[in-house]
């Protein structure tokens, strides 16, 4: 009896035992997040990029002799920065932006000579389009592995340089055996307008630096107030004065590096 009064006593002291440590265990806090989720988690970035200045619509179509158009495709250089908001996917962007599109004097003098097959037409001057941006909005950001998928909408504001076109036309006059020169030169401007940008990036993640493929979309619409001075044969000046809308856009596909911010 004394025998069963003890098997009784420890089977119970060992059930209780059991007891207490399942709830101990129950009660422990689950463990931190590894570090293999921390490597995904959202992040932000500071980029230098390099890229491929591609003008599209009316920015790049050569209509008329009149101001604009003729785009070139050029180049341009970015700086951008992406801040999440409380380790978020979501947070602030600014980019800076410089383009420079040549201006495609060729094809303007060309197509010139075809409404006036009488002369010979030739470039004297050959400008570009010089377009920085400076730009705010936000951004969204998605994480997978070393991969981060980002896309962002910005506005902001533009600085605009407009291209001088400068060009003559010469025609054989038998009456005094030489060519009777004439000139159109238009004046470069600059402008500053409203601007509009979006764009999206692949990141790739080495260490704490990142290769970033990006495309972005920009549109803008200066104003040209400028004056075409024409000279005559004789030397005699003219004066017209050109102003509209100049729309630009833009698409910019570039290669660069980026540094992970937090």
């Known amino acids: 009896m004394k025998n069963f009064l003890s098997i009784f006593a420890i089977f119970s002291l060992t059930g209780i035992l059991n007891t207490s440590t399942a709830q101990e265990y129950q009660m422990t806090p689950p463990p931190p997040p590894s570090q293999e989720y921390n490597t995904v988690a959202p992040t932000g970035y500071f980029a230098l990029s390099l890229g491929i200045a591609q003008p599209i619509g009316s920015f790049a179509s050569q209509p008329t002799t009149g101001y604009g158009g003729y785009a070139l495709t050029g180049d341009n250089i970015n700086l951008s920065i992406g801040i999440p908001i409380n ?47 400076i730009l705010a909005g936000l951004f969204a950001t998605y994480p997978i592995n070393r991969l981060s998928i980002d896309v962002r909408i910005m506005g902001g504001v533009s600085f605009c340089y407009l291209p001088e076109i400068d060009y003559g036309a010469a025609v054989y006059d038998p009456t005094i055996s030489d060519y ?35 495309v972005d979309f920009l549109t803008t619409d200066p104003t040209v107030n400028t004056e075409q001075q024409y000279t005559d044969p004789n030397g005699n000046y003219s004066y017209t004065h050109i102003t509209g809308k100049v729309p630009i856009s833009i698409i910019s596909t570039s290669l660069g590096i980026a540094y992970q911010i937090r």
């Open 87 to 133: 380790h978020s996917n979501f947070g602030i962007a600014f980019m800076f932006g410089s383009f420079v599109n040549d201006f495609d004097m060729n094809t303007y003098v060309s197509n010139a000579a075809i409404s006036d097959p009488s002369k010979n037409y030739q470039p004297f001057e050959q400008d570009v389009y010089d377009e920085s941006f």
């Open 180 to 214: 009777d020169n004439y000139e159109w030169d238009t004046y470069s401007s600059r402008s500053t307008s409203f601007a509009l940008a979006a764009g999206a990036d692949l990141r790739y993640k080495v260490r704490r630096f990142s290769l970033m493929l990006g």
